[in-house]
């Protein structure tokens, strides 16, 4: 379990691609105090297994579910990616209930500067969307972030606005993004399953 409270930007210094799977070495410099071989870690919000550390980072394998629900199959040595230990039992829940369980990608569409900030609209899947409330929590590359509105423009669009502080935009990869950018989102857990309750009770 995850908050969506990005901890660290790594950068991924080594892919190996083998077959159904491809491992990732991510090279970071803050966040290797407490992690361990086997231990669970949010990588652009998806939750992947350390399978072995180095004195610079660690490595991970995506197996072929991940590979094609998130953005995993894109990366490429260098890319930035944005990291999150598992939240610890009894410490402060500073974002919102991550499960780092990728519910598919979405597509970014607009990017605003508005001084302060920065506006984001995101393509979302008709899935997510139908989780997806007004000031409601969603994940986006691991990042915890309140729904700014919603715009359907079409049957086959669904926009889901972002505003996005400083703060977030310069300390993870979401100030990397640009229009075309794929991201991975993970809908609200609470949202889901009050959608599939109400699917269930029709």
Same mark, same amino acid.
């Given at each position: ?79 930035? +990616?944005? %990291?999150?230990?598992?939240? #610890? @039992?009894?410490?402060? !829940?500073?974002? =919102? /209930?991550? *499960? ?42 691991? +990042?915890? %972030?309140?729904?700014?509105? #919603? @715009?359907?423009?079409? !049957?086959?669009? =669904? /926009?889901? *606005? ?41």
């Amino acid at each position: 379990m995850f908050t969506g409270i990005v901890e660290e930007i790594g950068t991924i210094g080594r892919i190996e691609d083998f077959d159904g799977y491809r491992t990732l070495t991510i090279n970071v410099e803050l966040i290797l105090g407490d992690l361990s071989v086997g231990a669970s870690i949010s990588i652009d919000g998806a939750c992947h297994t350390v399978v072995e550390l180095f004195d610079d980072g660690f490595a991970v394998n995506s197996i072929g579910t991940t590979l094609a629900k998130t953005i995993a199959s894109e990366y490429q040595e260098g890319s930035k +990616v944005n %990291l999150e230990r598992a939240t #610890i @039992v009894g410490s402060r !829940l500073d974002g =919102h /209930l991550v *499960q780092g369980h990728v519910d598919g990608t979405g597509e970014v569409t607009s990017v605003k500067s508005m001084g302060q900030y920065h506006l984001m609209d995101i393509d979302l899947p008709e899935k997510i969307m139908a989780t997806t409330v007004v000031t409601g929590s969603i994940t986006v590359n691991g +990042v915890s %972030l309140t729904v700014n509105a #919603i @715009v359907q423009k079409d !049957l086959s669009q =669904h /926009l889901c *606005q972002l505003a996005i502080i400083p703060f977030t935009w310069r300390n993870t990869n979401l100030g990397e993004l640009t229009v075309g950018s794929n991201v991975n989102v993970e809908g609200d857990v609470i949202g889901k399953y009050l959608n599939r309750f109400q699917e269930r009770s029709l």
